[in-house]
């Protein structure tokens, strides 16, 4: 059934809380850095461009940091009309993003997707990076990704290559409580959130139903267990032991859903077309149908 938690922060006293969106990531290609924005378009499927793209083994499973820590090395920035690559000692890459390429079915979990190949190019470039062969694809535009309806009930949610929801976010007060656990700080990338939230008590997340702000409701539906992503650095692509993943499962491992929670994954109910804003105020209200 879905986690939905609808009146959990309005309960607790928080029905008047101002929540502050302090930050905003995208991540053009799965797995490789985020680029933070002042502003970026929310749509059907997440933020603009967010996981538009991905690399994928020569017959179509989907690459991550996971078996390829150093994805963690490639930047991938979109603007002025393309998708820039670049990893130290790589150099950079353009792809245009009216490139389209020949189709075809893609992996993602157990999902198959419509995408299109980005050319031997940005293959040459990855493979040579990675020290195997891979290929850059982007989703097809026309394709829908449906999120798993056990979790989002009623809202009809899609996502890009995102491993299953839309968007993820963190409270900075979550992490701050973990890094006062913890042997020494790990940085907010180590999680990947798309988006970062002023305003609640640590965890206050997990209490959330809808997100509103205008036009734009966003909506809690499931917990984000945390891989051995988390232990390799975001800067270094250098897998560092086995924080924070040591410490969550001694306080926050979830045995319903089989690993340690750690930030919530949302959907977009209402709202695509509208343009969010770091530093936008937020309110917390119970979840209802769209």
Known sequence: AA???GEGLCNLGYRDAVITLAALFTYPVK?????????VLLEEA??????????ATPGGRFLTQREEPRLARVDAVVQHGKLTLSADGAGQLCVPLDFSGPPGEVTV??????????????????????????????ID????????PAWTADAEAHSRFSDGYPLLVVARASLDDLNSRLPAPLPMDRFRPNLVLDGLPAYGEDELGDLVAGPVRLRRV??????????????TAE?????????????????????????????????????????????PGPSVSP
């Open 109 to 138: 979990w157990r999902d198959r997707v419509n995408a299109f190949d980005q050319g031997d190019e940005p293959a040459a470039w990855i493979s040579a990076l990675l020290g195997r062969d891979a290929r850059l694809v982007r």
């Open 141 to 148: 535009p026309a394709a829908r990704r449906r999120c798993d």
């Open 46 to 55: 997440g933020l603009a461009h967010d996981r538009e793209w991905m690399f």
């Open 222 to 235: 499931k917990a984000c267990t945390r891989c051995r992503i988390t232990t390799t650095n975001q800067a």
């Open 3 to 5: 986690d939905r938690g």
């Open 31 to 39: 797995s490789c850095r985020g680029t933070e924005h002042r502003g």
């Open 239 to 283: 897998v560092e032991g086995d924080e924070p993943l040591r410490t969550l499962k001694a306080y926050r491992w979830d045995a319903a859903l089989r690993g340690v929670k750690f930030g919530q994954n949302l959907v977009v109910v209402e709202g695509a077309g509208t343009l969010l804003r770091a530093g936008a105020e937020l309110h």
